[in-house]
């Protein structure tokens, strides 16, 4: 099974991830991109990384920028409760985000979401 990474700076939201998708997917958490920088160094590469957008010192874009430059293969996506048109067009173009979703998010949506950016990493 494939690991999947989330990025948040909010422990309650990474806390409800890994409660909600632990049977279905392997996940593991990091409280900002700091902590996920260092995640993909020790444990990666992971075949997705989710991020939050609006997170301390390193914003979602630049971590999605420099997840691209260590990490290549991985399926990056978002998830963000501060979705504005300018974060979503920087993501896809700096990041190359595959998904994007806002918050909330249904937890069939980010399934289907996350089970596409698994099939995405295996045939990249």
Same mark, same amino acid.
């Given at each position: 099974m494939k690991r999947i990474l989330f990025v948040d700076d909010d422990p309650n939201a990474l806390q409800a991830y890994q409660r909600?998708?632990?049977?279905?997917? @392997?996940i593991d958490t990091a409280l900002g991109a700091e902590e996920a920088l260092e995640a993909m160094r020790r444990c990666g590469p992971y075949a997705v990384v989710v991020a939050d957008m609006r997170m301390p010192r390193i914003t979602g874009v630049a971590f999605l920028t420099q997840l691209r430059d260590i990490a290549p293969r991985t399926v990056r996506m978002v998830l963000t409760g501060n979705a504005? @048109? @300018?974060?979503?067009?920087? +993501? %896809?173009?700096?990041?190359? %985000?595959?998904?994007?979703?806002?918050?909330?998010?249904?937890?069939?949506?980010? %399934?289907?979401?996350?089970? +596409?950016?698994?099939?995405?990493?295996?045939?990249?």
């Amino acid at each position: 099974m494939k690991r999947i990474l989330f990025v948040d700076d909010d422990p309650n939201a990474l806390q409800a991830y890994q409660r909600v998708l632990r049977r279905r997917f @392997q996940i593991d958490t990091a409280l900002g991109a700091e902590e996920a920088l260092e995640a993909m160094r020790r444990c990666g590469p992971y075949a997705v990384v989710v991020a939050d957008m609006r997170m301390p010192r390193i914003t979602g874009v630049a971590f999605l920028t420099q997840l691209r430059d260590i990490a290549p293969r991985t399926v990056r996506m978002v998830l963000t409760g501060n979705a504005d @048109q @300018q974060t979503e067009i920087d +993501a %896809v173009e700096r990041g190359h %985000v595959f998904r994007f979703l806002t918050k909330p998010c249904p937890t069939e949506a980010l %399934v289907e979401a996350l089970e +596409a950016a698994l099939a995405e990493y295996r045939h990249a």
